[in-house]
């Protein structure tokens, strides 16, 4: 059975931080590009990262220089660091799998996980 897990959402106060993991089970994630999505409430899902099978990574404008996504393919795993989080970083997060790829693109995903909640209020 394929499943993304996503832990490590919270509450934390403008300018923290937080880190969130993934972890993938029934398949192997070392092909897959590995993605972190955020749905505000009343927006449109869209793209924060992703991470190539080969470890290259790619940012939306919006979080370059506060984000970094990494990945450990022998745990099967992706994280999201998060720093210097703003108000409008409130959103759950969702990460998604792409088998060889990377896409900023809801519909290219083969695999998602269920969210985890991130407030970002003081």
């Known amino acids: 059975q394929v499943q993304l897990e996503e832990s490590g959402g919270g509450l934390v106060q403008p300018g923290g931080s937080l880190r969130l993991s993934c972890a993938a089970s029934?398949?192997?994630?070392?092909?897959?590009?590995l993605a972190w999505f955020r749905q505000a409430p009343g927006k449109e899902r869209e793209a924060v990262s992703c991470?190539?099978?080969?470890?290259?990574?790619d940012y939306a404008d919006s979080v370059k220089g506060r984000f970094t996504t990494s990945r450990d393919t022998a745990k099967n795993m992706v994280y999201l660091q998060m720093n210097s989080l703003k108000p409008e970083d409130t959103a759950v997060y969702y990460c998604?799998?792409?088998?060889?790829?990377?896409?900023?693109?809801?519909?290219?995903?083969?695999?998602w996980g269920e969210g985890t909640l991130v407030t970002v209020s003081s």
């Open positions: 029934g398949f192997s994630t070392f092909y897959y590009g």
């Open positions: 991470i190539t099978p080969t470890g290259a990574p």
């Open positions: 998604a799998a792409m088998y060889r790829y990377c896409s900023s693109h809801v519909s290219g995903m083969n695999y």
